[in-house]
Protein backbone atom coordinates (compact mmCIF):
# COMPACT_ATOMS: atom_id res chain seq x y z
CA UNK A 1 0.00 0.00 0.00
CA UNK A 2 1.26 3.23 -0.96
CA UNK A 3 1.68 6.59 1.28
CA UNK A 4 -0.93 8.63 -0.43
CA UNK A 5 -3.35 5.63 -0.47
CA UNK A 6 -2.95 6.20 3.33
CA UNK A 7 -4.93 9.06 3.51
CA UNK A 8 -7.97 7.40 2.98
CA UNK A 9 -7.65 4.45 5.21
CA UNK A 10 -10.24 5.58 7.63
CA UNK A 11 -12.77 2.98 6.16
CA UNK A 12 -9.80 0.09 7.90
CA UNK A 13 -10.45 1.04 11.64
CA UNK A 14 -13.83 -1.12 12.17
CA UNK A 15 -11.62 -4.33 10.72
CA UNK A 16 -9.03 -3.71 12.73
CA UNK A 17 -11.24 -3.08 15.83
CA UNK A 18 -12.64 -6.00 15.26
CA UNK A 19 -12.19 -9.82 15.05
CA UNK A 20 -8.98 -10.51 12.53
CA UNK A 21 -10.13 -11.20 8.98
CA UNK A 22 -8.07 -13.94 7.30
CA UNK A 23 -8.96 -17.24 5.06
CA UNK A 24 -10.55 -19.14 6.61
CA UNK A 25 -10.25 -22.20 4.40
CA UNK A 26 -6.74 -21.63 3.28
CA UNK A 27 -5.88 -21.38 7.51
CA UNK A 28 -8.00 -24.29 8.07
CA UNK A 29 -6.04 -26.79 5.08
CA UNK A 30 -2.92 -25.73 6.96
CA UNK A 31 -3.95 -26.14 10.23
CA UNK A 32 -5.32 -30.02 9.04
CA UNK A 33 -1.68 -30.72 7.40
CA UNK A 34 -0.39 -30.50 11.02
CA UNK A 35 -1.90 -34.21 11.45
CA UNK A 36 -5.26 -33.71 13.07
CA UNK A 37 -8.62 -34.04 11.80
CA UNK A 38 -11.03 -31.34 10.56
CA UNK A 39 -13.51 -32.21 13.59
CA UNK A 40 -10.61 -32.04 16.41
CA UNK A 41 -9.44 -28.77 15.51
CA UNK A 42 -13.10 -27.28 15.47
CA UNK A 43 -14.08 -29.05 18.85
CA UNK A 44 -11.08 -27.14 20.61
CA UNK A 45 -11.80 -23.97 18.98
CA UNK A 46 -15.00 -24.07 20.57
CA UNK A 47 -13.55 -25.30 23.88
CA UNK A 48 -11.34 -22.19 23.69
CA UNK A 49 -14.47 -20.19 22.78
CA UNK A 50 -16.16 -21.10 25.70
CA UNK A 51 -12.73 -20.11 28.07
CA UNK A 52 -11.56 -17.10 29.64
CA UNK A 53 -9.95 -15.60 26.43
CA UNK A 54 -13.34 -16.20 24.30
CA UNK A 55 -11.46 -16.20 21.21
CA UNK A 56 -13.34 -16.82 17.89
CA UNK A 57 -12.51 -19.41 15.17
CA UNK A 58 -10.81 -16.41 13.31
CA UNK A 59 -8.51 -16.12 16.13
CA UNK A 60 -7.71 -19.89 17.13
CA UNK A 61 -5.91 -20.21 13.08
CA UNK A 62 -4.62 -16.42 13.52
CA UNK A 63 -2.57 -17.40 16.32
CA UNK A 64 -1.86 -20.84 14.68
CA UNK A 65 -3.41 -22.75 17.90
CA UNK A 66 -3.74 -26.02 15.99
CA UNK A 67 -0.22 -26.51 16.34
CA UNK A 68 0.82 -29.40 18.19
CA UNK A 69 3.59 -27.61 20.07
CA UNK A 70 1.66 -25.77 22.17
CA UNK A 71 -0.61 -27.84 25.11
CA UNK A 72 -4.54 -26.39 26.35
CA UNK A 73 -3.26 -24.78 29.12
CA UNK A 74 -1.48 -22.64 26.48
CA UNK A 75 -4.08 -22.02 24.36
CA UNK A 76 -6.19 -21.31 27.14
CA UNK A 77 -3.44 -18.29 28.20
CA UNK A 78 -4.60 -16.57 24.25
CA UNK A 79 -7.01 -13.67 24.86
CA UNK A 80 -9.37 -12.71 22.11
CA UNK A 81 -10.72 -9.15 21.33
CA UNK A 82 -14.25 -9.62 22.92
CA UNK A 83 -12.32 -10.91 26.20
CA UNK A 84 -9.73 -7.80 25.84
CA UNK A 85 -12.70 -5.88 25.55
CA UNK A 86 -14.26 -6.54 28.62
CA UNK A 87 -10.95 -6.83 30.18
CA UNK A 88 -10.06 -2.94 29.84
CA UNK A 89 -13.46 -2.26 30.41
CA UNK A 90 -13.10 -3.48 33.74
CA UNK A 91 -9.51 -2.09 34.15
CA UNK A 92 -9.61 1.12 33.03
CA UNK A 93 -11.81 4.16 34.08
CA UNK A 94 -13.81 5.33 31.20
CA UNK A 95 -12.66 9.05 32.68
CA UNK A 96 -9.31 8.67 31.73
CA UNK A 97 -10.34 7.89 28.17
CA UNK A 98 -9.35 10.93 26.30
CA UNK A 99 -6.07 11.60 28.16
CA UNK A 100 -4.58 8.86 25.89
CA UNK A 101 -6.92 9.04 23.06
CA UNK A 102 -6.43 12.65 22.06
CA UNK A 103 -2.51 13.66 21.25
CA UNK A 104 -3.05 17.16 21.82
CA UNK A 105 -4.14 16.41 25.55
CA UNK A 106 -1.70 13.85 25.83
CA UNK A 107 0.91 15.96 24.70
CA UNK A 108 0.19 18.86 27.02
CA UNK A 109 -0.13 16.17 29.94
CA UNK A 110 3.49 14.81 28.98
CA UNK A 111 4.86 18.06 28.88
CA UNK A 112 3.56 19.59 32.23
CA UNK A 113 4.94 16.32 33.55
CA UNK A 114 8.38 16.97 32.09
CA UNK A 115 8.90 14.02 30.04
CA UNK A 116 10.39 13.43 26.71
CA UNK A 117 8.05 13.60 23.31
CA UNK A 118 8.16 14.53 19.99
CA UNK A 119 8.76 17.92 19.02
CA UNK A 120 5.20 19.57 18.27
CA UNK A 121 5.44 21.92 15.14
CA UNK A 122 1.78 22.46 14.92
CA UNK A 123 -1.82 21.53 15.06
CA UNK A 124 -4.45 22.37 13.01
CA UNK A 125 -7.45 21.55 14.81
CA UNK A 126 -9.57 24.47 15.74
CA UNK A 127 -9.70 25.83 18.90
CA UNK A 128 -6.99 24.01 19.94
CA UNK A 129 -3.13 24.99 20.75
CA UNK A 130 0.16 23.83 22.21
CA UNK A 131 3.38 25.81 23.70
CA UNK A 132 5.77 26.57 20.78
CA UNK A 133 3.49 25.26 18.09
CA UNK A 134 1.60 27.09 15.40
CA UNK A 135 -2.49 26.86 15.15
CA UNK A 136 -3.20 26.57 11.29
CA UNK A 137 -6.75 26.96 11.13
CA UNK A 138 -7.50 26.27 7.33
CA UNK A 139 -6.31 24.19 4.24
CA UNK A 140 -5.14 27.49 2.19
CA UNK A 141 -2.55 28.56 5.40
CA UNK A 142 -1.73 24.59 6.28
CA UNK A 143 -0.32 24.27 2.64
CA UNK A 144 1.60 27.55 2.50
CA UNK A 145 3.21 26.28 5.72
CA UNK A 146 4.56 22.96 3.95
CA UNK A 147 5.98 25.07 1.63
CA UNK A 148 8.53 25.73 4.31
CA UNK A 149 11.91 23.79 3.76
CA UNK A 150 12.82 24.41 7.45
CA UNK A 151 10.06 22.00 9.13
CA UNK A 152 11.14 18.50 7.46
CA UNK A 153 11.29 16.10 7.89
CA UNK A 154 7.97 15.86 9.07
CA UNK A 155 5.15 13.32 10.67
CA UNK A 156 1.57 14.30 10.77
CA UNK A 157 -1.32 12.16 12.47
CA UNK A 158 -4.77 12.73 13.21
CA UNK A 159 -5.46 14.10 17.08
CA UNK A 160 -7.85 11.54 17.30
CA UNK A 161 -6.21 8.47 14.71
CA UNK A 162 -6.02 4.99 16.23
CA UNK A 163 -3.22 2.27 14.44
CA UNK A 164 -1.54 4.92 12.37
CA UNK A 165 -4.30 5.43 10.01
CA UNK A 166 -3.97 8.33 7.78
CA UNK A 167 -0.52 9.25 9.12
CA UNK A 168 2.11 10.70 6.58
CA UNK A 169 5.62 11.10 6.62
CA UNK A 170 7.35 13.29 4.77
CA UNK A 171 10.98 13.84 3.88
CA UNK A 172 11.51 17.35 2.29
CA UNK A 173 9.63 19.94 -0.22
CA UNK A 174 11.06 20.36 -3.28
CA UNK A 175 11.07 23.76 -4.36
CA UNK A 176 11.62 22.94 -8.23
CA UNK A 177 8.73 20.64 -8.77
CA UNK A 178 6.43 22.17 -5.76
CA UNK A 179 5.92 18.90 -4.42
CA UNK A 180 6.17 17.18 -0.78
CA UNK A 181 8.37 14.01 -1.15
CA UNK A 182 7.48 11.57 1.09
CA UNK A 183 9.41 8.71 2.62
CA UNK A 184 9.70 6.16 -0.24
CA UNK A 185 9.96 8.73 -2.81
CA UNK A 186 6.19 9.25 -3.67
CA UNK A 187 4.98 13.06 -4.14
CA UNK A 188 2.17 15.25 -3.25
CA UNK A 189 1.37 18.55 -3.57
CA UNK A 190 1.19 20.64 -0.12
CA UNK A 191 -2.49 21.97 -1.60
CA UNK A 192 -3.15 17.83 -1.73
CA UNK A 193 -1.42 17.02 1.25
CA UNK A 194 -3.23 20.31 3.69
CA UNK A 195 -7.37 18.93 1.76
CA UNK A 196 -6.66 15.64 3.20
CA UNK A 197 -5.59 16.86 6.73
CA UNK A 198 -8.92 18.84 6.91
CA UNK A 199 -11.37 17.52 9.24
CA UNK A 200 -12.89 18.21 12.56
CA UNK A 201 -10.27 16.26 15.19
CA UNK A 202 -7.53 17.99 12.75
CA UNK A 203 -3.72 16.40 12.96
CA UNK A 204 -0.53 16.83 15.23
CA UNK A 205 2.55 18.16 12.75
CA UNK A 206 5.78 16.64 14.29
CA UNK A 207 9.43 16.84 13.56
CA UNK A 208 10.25 13.55 12.32
CA UNK A 209 12.47 12.08 14.68
CA UNK A 210 16.03 9.99 13.98
CA UNK A 211 16.83 6.31 15.25
CA UNK A 212 19.57 5.62 17.62
CA UNK A 213 22.91 5.46 15.60
CA UNK A 214 23.17 1.87 16.67
CA UNK A 215 19.65 1.14 15.63
CA UNK A 216 20.11 3.31 12.42
CA UNK A 217 23.75 1.45 11.82
CA UNK A 218 22.67 -1.60 11.49
CA UNK A 219 19.17 -1.59 10.54
CA UNK A 220 18.25 1.72 8.72
CA UNK A 221 16.96 4.75 9.04
CA UNK A 222 13.64 3.95 10.30
CA UNK A 223 12.72 4.45 13.60
CA UNK A 224 11.88 1.81 15.93
CA UNK A 225 8.83 2.41 18.86
CA UNK A 226 8.57 -0.16 21.17
CA UNK A 227 5.33 -1.27 22.92
CA UNK A 228 5.77 -2.00 26.49
CA UNK A 229 2.61 -3.55 28.37
CA UNK A 230 2.21 -1.98 31.40
CA UNK A 231 0.37 -3.37 34.51
CA UNK A 232 -0.91 -0.42 37.07
CA UNK A 233 -0.38 -2.48 40.25
CA UNK A 234 -2.24 -1.09 43.70
CA UNK A 235 1.38 -0.23 44.67
CA UNK A 236 3.55 0.35 41.50
CA UNK A 237 3.61 -0.20 37.68
CA UNK A 238 4.91 -3.26 36.52
CA UNK A 239 6.17 -3.79 32.86
CA UNK A 240 4.54 -7.14 31.85
CA UNK A 241 5.37 -7.73 28.02
CA UNK A 242 7.41 -5.73 26.20
CA UNK A 243 7.99 -5.43 22.07
CA UNK A 244 9.74 -3.80 18.69
CA UNK A 245 7.58 -2.89 16.35
CA UNK A 246 9.90 -3.09 13.36
CA UNK A 247 8.66 -0.79 10.09
CA UNK A 248 10.65 -2.38 7.15
CA UNK A 249 10.26 -1.15 3.12
CA UNK A 250 8.09 2.41 2.61
CA UNK A 251 6.20 2.02 5.18
CA UNK A 252 5.27 5.40 6.71
CA UNK A 253 4.64 3.64 10.40
CA UNK A 254 5.68 1.01 12.02
CA UNK A 255 2.28 -0.98 12.77
CA UNK A 256 2.06 -4.45 12.59
CA UNK A 257 -1.31 -4.29 10.30
CA UNK A 258 1.31 -2.97 7.13
CA UNK A 259 2.75 -5.62 4.81
CA UNK A 260 6.21 -6.31 5.80
CA UNK A 261 6.17 -4.84 8.87
CA UNK A 262 7.77 -7.43 11.76
CA UNK A 263 6.90 -7.24 15.49
CA UNK A 264 9.98 -8.63 17.70
CA UNK A 265 9.60 -10.12 21.55
CA UNK A 266 11.65 -8.60 24.28
CA UNK A 267 13.73 -9.37 27.31
CA UNK A 268 11.59 -7.27 29.33
CA UNK A 269 14.79 -6.90 31.73
CA UNK A 270 17.77 -6.65 29.16
CA UNK A 271 15.90 -5.34 26.11
CA UNK A 272 17.20 -8.51 23.98
CA UNK A 273 15.48 -9.63 21.27
CA UNK A 274 13.96 -13.09 21.40
CA UNK A 275 11.65 -13.69 18.50
CA UNK A 276 10.79 -11.91 15.50
CA UNK A 277 7.69 -12.96 13.01
CA UNK A 278 5.97 -11.64 10.61
CA UNK A 279 2.45 -12.03 9.04
CA UNK A 280 -0.18 -14.74 11.13
CA UNK A 281 -2.26 -17.64 11.13
CA UNK A 282 -1.07 -19.69 7.84
CA UNK A 283 1.61 -16.98 6.74
CA UNK A 284 3.14 -16.24 10.19
CA UNK A 285 6.94 -16.68 9.42
CA UNK A 286 9.61 -16.33 12.01
CA UNK A 287 12.05 -14.18 11.21
CA UNK A 288 16.39 -14.14 12.06
CA UNK A 289 17.56 -10.81 10.12
CA UNK A 290 16.02 -7.51 9.01
CA UNK A 291 14.94 -7.78 5.72
CA UNK A 292 15.95 -4.30 4.54
CA UNK A 293 19.46 -4.55 5.83
CA UNK A 294 20.53 -8.54 6.28
CA UNK A 295 21.74 -7.66 9.82
CA UNK A 296 20.87 -10.19 12.57
CA UNK A 297 17.79 -9.57 15.12
CA UNK A 298 17.24 -12.14 17.26
CA UNK A 299 20.13 -11.62 19.80
CA UNK A 300 20.18 -7.73 19.68
CA UNK A 301 20.15 -6.19 22.85
CA UNK A 302 18.13 -2.72 22.21
CA UNK A 303 20.03 0.43 23.33
CA UNK A 304 19.06 2.13 26.25
CA UNK A 305 17.03 -0.38 27.81
CA UNK A 306 17.40 0.95 31.58
CA UNK A 307 16.89 4.39 30.83
CA UNK A 308 13.34 2.93 28.37
CA UNK A 309 12.31 1.21 31.86
CA UNK A 310 13.12 3.88 33.79
CA UNK A 311 10.86 6.28 31.90
CA UNK A 312 7.68 3.67 31.46
CA UNK A 313 7.30 3.57 34.74
CA UNK A 314 7.27 7.29 35.84
CA UNK A 315 5.18 8.00 32.93
CA UNK A 316 2.54 5.36 34.35
CA UNK A 317 2.00 7.19 37.08
CA UNK A 318 0.66 10.22 35.46
CA UNK A 319 -2.38 8.34 34.20
CA UNK A 320 -3.35 6.13 37.25
CA UNK A 321 -6.73 5.99 36.20
CA UNK A 322 -5.44 3.48 33.09
CA UNK A 323 -4.47 0.67 34.97
CA UNK A 324 -3.71 -1.67 31.70
CA UNK A 325 -1.15 0.72 29.74
CA UNK A 326 0.61 -0.05 26.12
CA UNK A 327 3.33 2.60 25.79
CA UNK A 328 4.73 3.44 22.12
CA UNK A 329 8.41 4.27 23.37
CA UNK A 330 10.67 5.32 20.20
CA UNK A 331 14.66 4.93 20.71
CA UNK A 332 16.06 7.88 18.92
CA UNK A 333 19.22 9.65 19.00
CA UNK A 334 18.52 11.47 21.83
CA UNK A 335 17.14 9.00 24.06
CA UNK A 336 13.59 7.07 24.60
CA UNK A 337 11.11 9.33 23.99
CA UNK A 338 7.15 8.54 24.50
CA UNK A 339 5.00 8.62 21.33
CA UNK A 340 1.46 7.40 23.18
CA UNK A 341 -0.66 5.26 25.84
CA UNK A 342 -3.02 3.16 24.47
CA UNK A 343 -6.14 2.84 26.52
CA UNK A 344 -5.39 -0.68 27.17
CA UNK A 345 -4.26 -1.56 23.56
CA UNK A 346 -4.33 -4.47 21.26
CA UNK A 347 -3.33 -8.08 23.37
CA UNK A 348 -2.39 -9.21 19.80
CA UNK A 349 0.72 -7.41 18.91
CA UNK A 350 2.25 -9.64 22.51
CA UNK A 351 0.54 -13.24 21.79
CA UNK A 352 1.91 -12.76 17.80
CA UNK A 353 5.97 -11.79 19.02
CA UNK A 354 5.99 -14.45 22.02
CA UNK A 355 3.99 -16.97 20.38
CA UNK A 356 2.26 -17.48 23.80
CA UNK A 357 -0.79 -15.50 25.50
CA UNK A 358 -0.61 -12.95 27.89
CA UNK A 359 -3.48 -14.31 30.64
CA UNK A 360 -0.71 -16.06 32.55
CA UNK A 361 -0.72 -15.51 36.75
CA UNK A 362 0.47 -11.76 36.27
CA UNK A 363 -1.93 -10.83 33.79
CA UNK A 364 -4.63 -12.82 35.91
CA UNK A 365 -4.00 -11.13 39.25
CA UNK A 366 -4.17 -7.92 37.80
CA UNK A 367 -7.54 -8.69 36.66
CA UNK A 368 -8.72 -9.81 39.61
CA UNK A 369 -7.25 -6.75 41.23
CA UNK A 370 -9.22 -4.33 38.70
CA UNK A 371 -12.65 -6.52 40.08
CA UNK A 372 -12.60 -8.13 36.86
CA UNK A 373 -14.93 -11.34 36.84
CA UNK A 374 -14.85 -12.66 33.03
Not at 272 to 288: E, F, N, P, W, Y
Request: charged share 20%; hydrophobic share 40%.
Amino acid sequence: MNQIATVSEMGMLPALQGTPSLDINKNTMMAMRDGRPGIALLIEAVRLMRGAGKLSVPEYLYYRLWERSLSLEDKRAFVGKKAQHLMHLACNDRHWYQTAADKILFQTIMNGAGLPVPETLAVTQSMRWLPQALALSGAEELAAWLRNPTIYPLFAKPAAGKYSLNVLSIDRFDPDSGQLVLLGGETISPTQAAEQMRGRNGYVLQRRMNPHPRLAENFGPRLWSMRVLVLVRPDRPVIHRALAKIATGANPADNYWRPGNMVAALDTMTGQIKRVVRGVGADLTVCTTHPDTGAALVGTALPDWISLRNLVTKAACVFPGIRTQSWDIALTDRGPVCLEVNYGGDLNLAQLAEGRGVLDEAYRSHLSECGYRG
